[in-house]
Protein backbone atom coordinates (compact mmCIF):
# COMPACT_ATOMS: atom_id res chain seq x y z
CA UNK A 1 0.00 0.00 0.00
CA UNK A 2 1.26 3.10 -0.97
CA UNK A 3 0.64 4.73 2.25
CA UNK A 4 2.52 1.59 4.15
CA UNK A 5 5.58 4.22 5.28
CA UNK A 6 8.10 3.32 7.47
CA UNK A 7 9.98 5.59 10.12
CA UNK A 8 13.62 6.01 9.93
CA UNK A 9 13.88 4.05 12.89
CA UNK A 10 12.18 1.05 11.76
CA UNK A 11 13.80 1.05 8.43
CA UNK A 12 17.45 1.54 10.32
CA UNK A 13 16.19 -1.35 11.98
CA UNK A 14 15.50 -3.86 9.58
CA UNK A 15 18.45 -2.93 7.39
CA UNK A 16 21.39 -3.55 10.76
CA UNK A 17 19.31 -7.33 11.08
CA UNK A 18 19.96 -8.26 7.31
CA UNK A 19 23.47 -6.93 7.75
CA UNK A 20 23.97 -9.15 10.75
CA UNK A 21 21.63 -12.01 9.07
CA UNK A 22 24.52 -11.85 6.18
CA UNK A 23 27.15 -12.05 8.64
CA UNK A 24 25.89 -15.04 10.39
CA UNK A 25 25.64 -16.94 7.16
CA UNK A 26 28.95 -16.06 6.09
CA UNK A 27 27.68 -14.45 2.47
CA UNK A 28 29.45 -11.38 3.50
CA UNK A 29 31.50 -9.41 6.03
CA UNK A 30 30.93 -6.69 7.48
CA UNK A 31 34.74 -4.88 5.92
CA UNK A 32 33.67 -6.22 2.74
CA UNK A 33 30.14 -3.92 2.90
CA UNK A 34 31.73 -1.09 4.35
CA UNK A 35 33.79 -1.30 1.47
CA UNK A 36 30.73 -1.70 -0.69
CA UNK A 37 29.01 1.43 0.64
CA UNK A 38 32.50 3.48 0.59
CA UNK A 39 32.78 3.08 -3.11
CA UNK A 40 29.11 3.79 -3.69
CA UNK A 41 29.19 7.02 -1.62
CA UNK A 42 32.21 8.14 -3.62
CA UNK A 43 30.96 8.15 -6.69
CA UNK A 44 27.97 10.16 -5.47
CA UNK A 45 28.05 13.81 -4.56
CA UNK A 46 26.58 16.89 -5.37
CA UNK A 47 29.54 18.38 -6.62
CA UNK A 48 28.65 15.80 -9.88
CA UNK A 49 25.49 17.44 -10.09
CA UNK A 50 26.89 20.71 -10.37
CA UNK A 51 29.71 19.67 -13.02
CA UNK A 52 26.54 18.77 -15.36
CA UNK A 53 24.99 22.36 -14.74
CA UNK A 54 28.17 24.42 -14.95
CA UNK A 55 28.88 22.26 -18.48
CA UNK A 56 25.08 22.71 -19.78
CA UNK A 57 25.93 26.83 -18.57
CA UNK A 58 28.17 26.49 -20.54
CA UNK A 59 27.99 24.11 -24.09
CA UNK A 60 24.86 25.45 -25.76
CA UNK A 61 25.05 21.86 -27.80
CA UNK A 62 25.92 19.75 -24.40
CA UNK A 63 22.80 21.25 -22.73
CA UNK A 64 20.27 20.48 -25.59
CA UNK A 65 21.61 16.44 -25.29
CA UNK A 66 21.30 16.96 -21.54
CA UNK A 67 17.32 17.77 -21.84
CA UNK A 68 16.71 15.56 -24.25
CA UNK A 69 18.37 12.43 -22.93
CA UNK A 70 19.44 13.04 -19.37
CA UNK A 71 21.37 9.60 -18.66
CA UNK A 72 22.93 9.64 -22.36
CA UNK A 73 24.34 13.47 -21.42
CA UNK A 74 25.81 12.81 -17.86
CA UNK A 75 27.04 9.22 -18.84
CA UNK A 76 29.49 11.52 -21.07
CA UNK A 77 30.90 12.54 -18.21
CA UNK A 78 31.31 9.24 -16.33
CA UNK A 79 28.56 9.75 -14.34
CA UNK A 80 25.36 7.09 -13.63
CA UNK A 81 27.28 4.64 -15.86
CA UNK A 82 25.47 1.32 -15.69
CA UNK A 83 22.45 2.38 -13.46
CA UNK A 84 19.05 1.00 -14.64
CA UNK A 85 17.27 4.54 -13.80
CA UNK A 86 16.44 7.41 -16.39
CA UNK A 87 17.46 10.76 -15.44
CA UNK A 88 15.32 13.79 -16.66
CA UNK A 89 16.53 17.47 -16.22
CA UNK A 90 14.34 19.81 -16.67
CA UNK A 91 15.12 23.19 -16.88
CA UNK A 92 14.05 26.57 -14.90
CA UNK A 93 13.50 29.24 -17.19
CA UNK A 94 12.03 33.16 -16.77
CA UNK A 95 8.81 31.65 -17.01
CA UNK A 96 9.24 28.24 -15.13
CA UNK A 97 10.28 27.09 -11.83
CA UNK A 98 11.05 22.85 -11.60
CA UNK A 99 10.99 21.59 -8.07
CA UNK A 100 11.54 17.67 -7.29
CA UNK A 101 9.72 15.29 -4.81
CA UNK A 102 9.14 12.15 -3.97
CA UNK A 103 5.68 11.76 -2.32
CA UNK A 104 5.49 7.62 -1.89
CA UNK A 105 9.28 7.25 -0.28
CA UNK A 106 12.00 9.38 -0.84
CA UNK A 107 13.77 8.85 -4.57
CA UNK A 108 16.55 11.28 -4.89
CA UNK A 109 19.57 11.37 -7.79
CA UNK A 110 21.75 10.24 -5.36
CA UNK A 111 24.07 9.21 -7.89
CA UNK A 112 24.50 13.19 -8.92
CA UNK A 113 23.54 14.91 -6.01
CA UNK A 114 24.82 12.16 -2.86
CA UNK A 115 22.90 11.12 0.15
CA UNK A 116 19.37 13.40 0.62
CA UNK A 117 18.87 16.01 3.17
CA UNK A 118 16.52 14.40 6.24
CA UNK A 119 14.18 17.51 5.11
CA UNK A 120 13.94 15.95 1.64
CA UNK A 121 12.84 12.79 3.46
CA UNK A 122 10.19 14.08 5.81
CA UNK A 123 6.63 13.71 5.84
CA UNK A 124 5.97 17.74 5.93
CA UNK A 125 8.07 18.41 2.86
CA UNK A 126 6.76 15.12 0.85
CA UNK A 127 3.22 16.09 1.66
CA UNK A 128 3.02 19.86 1.30
CA UNK A 129 5.13 20.32 -2.12
CA UNK A 130 2.88 18.86 -3.56
CA UNK A 131 -0.26 20.75 -2.71
CA UNK A 132 1.38 24.25 -1.67
CA UNK A 133 5.09 24.54 -3.55
CA UNK A 134 4.64 28.32 -3.12
CA UNK A 135 4.57 28.40 0.55
CA UNK A 136 7.01 25.48 0.93
CA UNK A 137 9.74 27.49 -1.41
CA UNK A 138 9.00 30.89 0.43
CA UNK A 139 10.22 28.86 3.79
CA UNK A 140 13.39 27.92 2.24
CA UNK A 141 13.66 31.79 1.30
CA UNK A 142 12.66 31.41 -2.39
CA UNK A 143 9.77 33.95 -3.66
CA UNK A 144 8.56 33.51 -7.20
CA UNK A 145 6.08 36.38 -8.90
CA UNK A 146 3.20 35.00 -9.81
CA UNK A 147 3.96 34.83 -13.33
CA UNK A 148 6.13 32.03 -12.62
CA UNK A 149 4.74 28.43 -13.25
CA UNK A 150 5.88 26.10 -10.77
CA UNK A 151 6.26 22.57 -11.35
CA UNK A 152 6.58 19.86 -9.31
CA UNK A 153 8.27 16.28 -10.33
CA UNK A 154 7.05 13.85 -8.31
CA UNK A 155 8.95 10.79 -8.74
CA UNK A 156 6.69 7.38 -9.13
CA UNK A 157 8.43 5.14 -10.99
CA UNK A 158 12.20 4.66 -12.10
CA UNK A 159 12.82 8.22 -13.60
CA UNK A 160 14.96 10.34 -11.52
CA UNK A 161 14.95 13.82 -11.76
CA UNK A 162 17.35 16.96 -11.60
CA UNK A 163 16.89 20.74 -11.76
CA UNK A 164 18.75 22.80 -14.24
CA UNK A 165 18.93 26.63 -12.40
CA UNK A 166 19.01 29.11 -13.98
CA UNK A 167 22.52 30.92 -14.66
CA UNK A 168 23.42 33.76 -11.81
CA UNK A 169 23.68 37.14 -14.12
CA UNK A 170 27.29 38.66 -14.20
CA UNK A 171 28.82 35.33 -14.61
CA UNK A 172 30.13 35.92 -17.89
CA UNK A 173 33.78 35.91 -16.82
CA UNK A 174 33.34 32.31 -15.00
CA UNK A 175 35.09 29.16 -16.18
CA UNK A 176 33.10 25.89 -15.81
CA UNK A 177 34.95 25.30 -12.53
CA UNK A 178 33.77 28.36 -10.92
CA UNK A 179 30.41 28.06 -12.05
CA UNK A 180 30.15 24.72 -11.04
CA UNK A 181 31.39 26.05 -7.19
CA UNK A 182 28.30 28.43 -7.06
CA UNK A 183 26.16 25.65 -7.60
CA UNK A 184 24.31 24.25 -4.66
CA UNK A 185 22.79 21.00 -3.89
CA UNK A 186 19.25 22.75 -3.16
CA UNK A 187 19.40 24.46 -6.56
CA UNK A 188 19.23 20.71 -7.82
CA UNK A 189 16.48 19.90 -5.86
CA UNK A 190 14.50 23.15 -7.16
CA UNK A 191 14.49 24.90 -3.33
CA UNK A 192 17.12 27.11 -3.81
CA UNK A 193 17.93 30.15 -6.32
CA UNK A 194 21.31 30.52 -7.51
CA UNK B 1 14.84 -5.97 -34.68
CA UNK B 2 11.02 -5.55 -34.82
CA UNK B 3 9.19 -2.53 -34.66
CA UNK B 4 7.76 -2.01 -31.28
CA UNK B 5 3.98 -1.19 -30.74
CA UNK B 6 2.92 2.16 -30.87
CA UNK B 7 2.15 3.84 -27.24
CA UNK B 8 -0.93 3.46 -26.20
CA UNK B 9 -1.07 7.12 -25.06
CA UNK B 10 0.90 9.99 -27.47
CA UNK B 11 2.13 13.22 -26.18
CA UNK B 12 -0.75 15.38 -25.21
CA UNK B 13 -3.41 13.11 -24.97
CA UNK B 14 -5.90 13.67 -22.08
CA UNK B 15 -6.13 10.58 -19.50
CA UNK B 16 -7.79 10.21 -16.56
CA UNK B 17 -6.48 7.86 -13.62
CA UNK B 18 -7.91 5.37 -11.99
CA UNK B 19 -9.99 5.60 -9.08
CA UNK B 20 -9.46 2.47 -7.71
CA UNK B 21 -7.77 1.44 -3.88
CA UNK B 22 -5.96 -1.64 -4.15
CA UNK B 23 -5.14 -3.80 -1.19
CA UNK B 24 -1.51 -3.98 -1.91
CA UNK B 25 1.26 -2.06 -3.05
CA UNK B 26 0.94 0.91 -5.93
CA UNK B 27 2.91 3.75 -7.36
CA UNK B 28 -0.23 5.54 -8.51
CA UNK B 29 -0.30 7.87 -5.35
CA UNK B 30 -4.08 8.79 -3.28
CA UNK B 31 -3.77 11.97 -4.13
CA UNK B 32 -3.78 11.40 -8.22
CA UNK B 33 -6.70 8.89 -7.97
CA UNK B 34 -9.75 9.87 -10.53
CA UNK B 35 -8.00 12.76 -11.71
CA UNK B 36 -7.46 14.52 -15.38
CA UNK B 37 -4.17 14.74 -16.44
CA UNK B 38 -2.58 14.90 -20.19
CA UNK B 39 0.18 12.85 -20.71
CA UNK B 40 3.92 14.71 -21.29
CA UNK B 41 5.51 12.00 -22.96
CA UNK B 42 7.00 7.94 -22.20
CA UNK B 43 9.26 7.27 -19.73
CA UNK B 44 10.20 4.33 -21.15
CA UNK B 45 8.71 0.78 -19.86
CA UNK B 46 9.16 -0.83 -16.50
CA UNK B 47 7.96 -4.02 -14.73
CA UNK B 48 4.17 -3.30 -13.13
CA UNK B 49 5.17 -2.72 -9.16
CA UNK B 50 1.48 -3.55 -7.95
CA UNK B 51 2.22 -7.06 -8.92
CA UNK B 52 6.39 -7.45 -8.58
CA UNK B 53 5.95 -6.01 -5.25
CA UNK B 54 3.79 -8.89 -4.11
CA UNK B 55 6.72 -11.10 -4.87
CA UNK B 56 5.46 -12.67 -8.03
CA UNK B 57 7.67 -12.87 -11.30
CA UNK B 58 4.52 -12.86 -13.64
CA UNK B 59 4.31 -8.42 -13.77
CA UNK B 60 3.66 -7.13 -16.97
CA UNK B 61 5.49 -4.66 -18.41
CA UNK B 62 4.20 -1.67 -19.06
CA UNK B 63 4.74 1.82 -20.82
CA UNK B 64 5.27 4.51 -18.28
CA UNK B 65 4.53 7.88 -18.92
CA UNK B 66 4.91 11.43 -17.61
CA UNK B 67 1.18 12.80 -17.20
CA UNK B 68 0.72 16.77 -15.97
CA UNK B 69 -1.95 17.40 -13.45
CA UNK B 70 -3.05 21.01 -12.69
CA UNK B 71 -2.83 21.97 -8.64
CA UNK B 72 -6.61 22.80 -9.43
CA UNK B 73 -7.75 19.44 -10.50
CA UNK B 74 -5.75 17.64 -7.90
CA UNK B 75 -6.33 19.85 -5.18
CA UNK B 76 -9.73 21.69 -6.32
CA UNK B 77 -7.17 25.44 -5.94
CA UNK B 78 -3.95 26.48 -6.78
CA UNK B 79 -2.03 27.48 -9.76
CA UNK B 80 1.01 25.14 -10.17
CA UNK B 81 1.31 21.33 -11.86
CA UNK B 82 2.70 18.62 -10.80
CA UNK B 83 4.21 15.62 -13.16
CA UNK B 84 3.75 11.96 -12.18
CA UNK B 85 5.73 8.91 -13.89
CA UNK B 86 2.59 6.68 -14.46
CA UNK B 87 2.17 3.27 -15.29
CA UNK B 88 -0.20 2.39 -18.67
CA UNK B 89 -3.22 0.68 -16.41
CA UNK B 90 -3.43 3.88 -13.94
CA UNK B 91 -4.35 5.65 -17.16
CA UNK B 92 -7.56 5.25 -19.66
CA UNK B 93 -8.46 8.02 -21.88
CA UNK B 94 -10.10 11.12 -21.16
CA UNK B 95 -12.58 11.58 -23.79
CA UNK B 96 -14.19 14.84 -24.24
CA UNK B 97 -17.43 13.43 -25.27
CA UNK B 98 -17.87 11.38 -22.37
CA UNK B 99 -17.65 14.11 -19.80
Known amino acids: MSGDHHTDATTARRVRRLETLLEEKGLITGERLDEAIDAFLAESSPANGARVVARAWTDDAYRARLLADGTAAVQELGHMEGSYQRLRVVENTESVHNVIVCTLCSCYPLRLLGPSPSWYKSEAYRSRVVREPRAVLREFGLTLPDSVDVVVWDSSAETRYMVLPRRPQATEGLDEEELAALVTRNALIGTAPL | ????????????????????????????????????????????????????????????????????????????????????????SYLEEDRQDER
Open chain 2, 1 to 88: MTDAPPDRFPPGTRVRTFRHDPPHHTRLPRYARGKRGVVVEPEGPDELPDISAQGRGDAPVEQIYAVRFAARDLWGEGDHHVVLDLWE
